[in-house]
Each structure stands twice: as structure tokens, then as C-alpha cells.
Antibody, heavy 117, light 110 residues
């Protein structure tokens, strides 16, 4: 069974940093591209970042470019999102999602990031 | 403002057929496959339709998808109360190099 479990969310002040993790199991993590998607309270889904299986291709949404860094450790079956210079508008539930069959085919349960003073 | 355009709401009575539409452009729906996601209240999104019209294992055949040009639609037949959820369309965008979503359609079962 495919499982994605996010962690690392919490309350942080504007300008601060946070590192999210996503632990993957139930599939061969090293062969799949992965994504981060977020959802602000009461709002729709917003794609954040993509990383391919070998880390040779990485993309970011314009809203986070230069502030967020996606990475992965295939030996640890883990995906990460380093978030720096956080803004109040970054407040959201952050989901990791597997890229399979040209879709976000499996999602984690999400971790809440709140940016507030 | 979302890159893909969806009506914010839809409704129907049990047993009815409901259609949700999604409009995009040549850089997303026009050149890539469309996926639909269902988000039940308080839960993570779940893949409902991939590759325009394919249902992942476990998705009832009451759900169907179609695509034509730069538009797509999701149809739900035999509407049930448990179908009450938010539905999002999405596609890869070749210009933005990322996934773009519709703003979501809140489906109410009356």
C-alpha cells in the first residue's frame, strides 16, 4: 500500500524557516517523481514544486521560487521542502504527492504550516 | 486567479447526472492530459480521473471524464450523497513548467 506521511509543519514567524519532510513507503520511491502541493485555509489547491527521480529536473511555482528548495533522499525514501523567508501568504496545508501516470496519483494527509507573528 | 477555469459550484439531487467543466489553454489542457481530483471535507485530495478519462482502481464507474481541445469535463451519474465534495481539474502546463489547477467546484447533493 502506497503511503506518504508529511511532518515538520508548525507555527513560524514571518521571515522564518521551516523544513517539511515526507516519508514514503509501499512503492519504489527512487523511480518516481514527487511534488509538493499546498492549500491555504478555505482555498483551492496550488502546486508548489516538482522533483524527478534522479533530482536532475526541479521546478518551482513563481510564488515560491528563490525561497523554497525541494530535495529528496532516495536511500531514506524521503522528500523534503526547505522553506525560507516565509510570508503570511505561505500559510497552508502542505501535501506531498507522487507523480504517476502523468498525474498526482497518491497524496499524503498533509501538514499545516502557519506563518504568523 | 487559477490558470484553469471551473464553475465554483454545482448541485444535483440523488440519482441525477451532474457535469463539471474545466477550461484551459493550449499550453496545458490543449497539449497534456487532464486529471480530476476529489476532496471530501477535511481530507486530502484523491485522484479520481487520470489521462482524461481513466479511472484508477476503486473509483466507481459513475465517474467519467472527457476532453476536447482546451476544455475538459467530469460527469457524475447516479449522484449519491457521499459525492458531496470539492472537485478540481488539473493538467501539466508546458509554459509554466508545473501543474496547474482549476479553482475547484463545490458539489452539493440536495
Amino acid at each position: 500500500e502506497v503511503q506518504l506521511v508529511e511532518s515538520g509543519g508548525g507555527l513560524v514567524q514571518p521571515g522564518g524557516s521551516l523544513r517539511l519532510s515526507c516519508a514514503a513507503s509501499g512503492f519504489t520511491f527512487s523511480t518516481y517523481s514527487m511534488n509538493w502541493v499546498r492549500q491555504a485555509p478555505g482555498k483551492g489547491l496550488e502546486w508548489v514544486s516538482f522533483i524527478n527521480s534522479r533530482t536532475s529536473t526541479i521546478y518551482y511555482a513563481d510564488s515560491v521560487k528563490g525561497r523554497f528548495t525541494i530535495s529528496r533522499d532516495n536511500a531514506k525514501n524521503s522528500l523534503y521542502l526547505q522553506m525560507n523567508s516565509l510570508r503570511t501568504e505561505d500559510t497552508a496545508v502542505y501535501y506531498c504527492a507522487r507523480w504517476g501516470y502523468d498525474s498526482l496519483d497518491y497524496w499524503g494527509q498533509g501538514t499545516l504550516v502557519t506563518v504568523s507573528s | 486567479q487559477s490558470v484553469l477555469t471551473q464553475s465554483p459550484s454545482a448541485s444535483g439531487t440523488p440519482g441525477q447526472r451532474v457535469t463539471i467543466s474545466c477550461s484551459g489553454s493550449s499550453s496545458n489542457i490543449g497539449s497534456n492530459t487532464v486529471n480530476w481530483y476529489q476532496q471530501l471535507p477535511g481530507t486530502a485530495p484523491k485522484l479520481l480521473i487520470n489521462n482524461n478519462n481513466e479511472r484508477p482502481s476503486g473509483v466507481p464507474d459513475r465517474f467519467s471524464g472527457s476532453k476536447s481541445g482546451t476544455s475538459a469535463s467530469l460527469a457524475i451519474s447516479g449522484l449519491q450523497s457521499e459525492d458531496e465534495a470539492d472537485y478540481y481539474c488539473a493538467a501539466w502546463d508546458d509554459s509554466l513548467n508545473g501543474v496547474v489547477f482549476g479553482g475547484g467546484t463545490k458539489l452539493t447533493v440536495l
